[in-house]
């Protein structure tokens, strides 16, 4: 199975602050990459599919890019709605597998 | 629209038999595939496995001794069915549409369901 390492875990950051969060695929999976938000209560929210396309409503601050086998998202200017949990998806090949998650708080 | 609603026992005794049923509408099970995802209280989410438009199924390696998706076309329903039920299979379970790069992009809202001794 392919395994998605995601970091970091956890993330403290600032309103208007840049912040990355990286996934490294243990194979190549292409782009077959996509990102999820997940705020308490609430089912995931997809953000970026085929590692670099914004979903539809998605606001224009969050991008995604890949380098080789590491992919990252990249929230250009942090919002207090974006507070939550982050989840990266490899669907190249079944089974799929989740990242661990990297949970997005505010300093 | 798509919409995904996924139903279920809530409570379920160990070692028994889970059913947990995904009714969908604004599109067809024969064009599109549904993911199972599930998620344990305060934890991240696990990919469970996923029915293709064309019946065929894949189960996460660690689940598919208990695990099986099945669909009824003629009902827009997803059923999925895990046996040998642990207390760690406690969680949210949902069902997702499959979307652009196969991924699960419309959710249902989950169901929880608790298994309990």
């Known amino acids: 199975d392919i395994q998605m390492t995601q970091s970091p875990a956890s993330l403290s950051a600032s309103l208007e602050e840049i912040v990355t969060i990286t996934c490294q695929a243990s194979?190549?999976?292409?782009?077959?990459l996509a990102w999820y938000q997940q705020k308490p209560g609430k089912s995931p929210q997809l953000l970026i599919y085929g590692a670099t396309s914004l979903a539809d409503g998605v606001p224009s601050r969050f991008s995604g890019s890949r380098s080789g086998t590491q992919y990252s998202l990249k929230i250009s200017r942090l919002q207090v709605e974006d507070i939550g949990i982050y989840y990266c998806l490899q669907a190249y090949s079944a089974p799929n597998t989740f990242g661990a998650g990297t949970k997005l708080e505010l300093k | 629209q798509v919409q995904m609603k996924e139903t279920g026992p809530g409570l379920v005794q160990t070692t028994q038999t889970l059913s947990v049923t995904c009714t969908v509408s604004g599109f067809s099970l024969t064009s599109y595939g549904v993911h199972w995802v599930r998620q344990a209280p305060g934890k991240g989410l696990e990919w469970m496995g996923i029915?293709?438009?064309?019946?065929?199924?894949n189960y996460n390696s660690a689940l598919k001794s208990r695990l099986s998706i099945s669909r009824d076309t003629s009902k827009s329903q997803v059923f999925l069915t895990m046996n040998s039920l642990q207390t760690d299979d406690t969680a949210v379970y949902y069902c997702?549409?499959?979307?652009?790069?196969?991924?699960?992009?419309?959710w249902g809202q989950g169901v929880m369901v608790t298994v309990s001794s």
């Open positions: 194979q190549d999976i292409g782009n077959w």
């Open positions: 029915i293709w438009g064309d019946g065929s199924t």
């Open positions: 997702a549409e499959m979307g652009l790069w196969d991924i699960p992009y419309y």
